[in-house]
């Protein structure tokens, strides 16, 4: 397996093409961006760890029967993944108040929901991923009803999966974002990454923030929150 040309560049990204069509390789970068990329830094360690958090989580989830692109790592940055269209919409799952959703309501962060909470954001930079309903989605042509209906169910079976996973690690998943692909042969298949970059994760003790927030909102230890993420980890998988 080969690395040929660069097809795509995000702000914490790369995505080159291979010799194999329908395989592309993904490369984590140290880049951080937050506020719809208004305020720009890096995180040391931050794209090693967020492959290898990634490479222990989509394994577990496979194994757990939910499908992913992913098939392998590669080395400290990079992953093999399968080559899938990202379909344009972030499927977010909120089990406590935080982040834009505390801020939207009026009400502070840190509220266990009674129900499970999904937001879809509409995946478009020059409108700062808005948060749209299943109506606008299908009016943009990004999923039909049917398909919404598994997109919900396959993030829903992912947040019962790593909420159990999380608690193992002494960890409240409070909430994530994933990305959704359909592979060439029309399946529907998690894609992206699934780290501290998109996740929120509170330790359940001290409820200290070990995700990416500790970078938007300037509280330090953000390399260390990412490690501690990653060394919790391979403890509770035995890896
Ligand atoms: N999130 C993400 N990428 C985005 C927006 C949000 O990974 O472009 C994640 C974020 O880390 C959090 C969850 O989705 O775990 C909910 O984020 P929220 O809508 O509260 O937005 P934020 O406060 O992060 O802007």
Redesign the pocket.
Known sequence: MTKGAMLYEGKAKQVFETDQPNEVIVRFKDDAT??NAQKRGSVDLKGEMNNAITTLIFEYLNEKGIPTHFIKKIDEREQLVKKVNIIPL?M?V?NYS????AQRLGVEEGIKSPVTIF?I?YKKDELG?PLINDHHAVFLGAATYEELDEMYELTSDINEILIDLFDKMNIIL????IELGKTADGKIVLADEISP????LWDKDTMKKL??DRF?RDLGEVTEAYVEIYERLKKVLNK
């Open positions: 937050a506020f972030e977010v909120r935080a982040g834009s959703m937001d954001c991923d409070v909430d994530f974002k970059d998109t996740c929120r995700d990416k938007r």
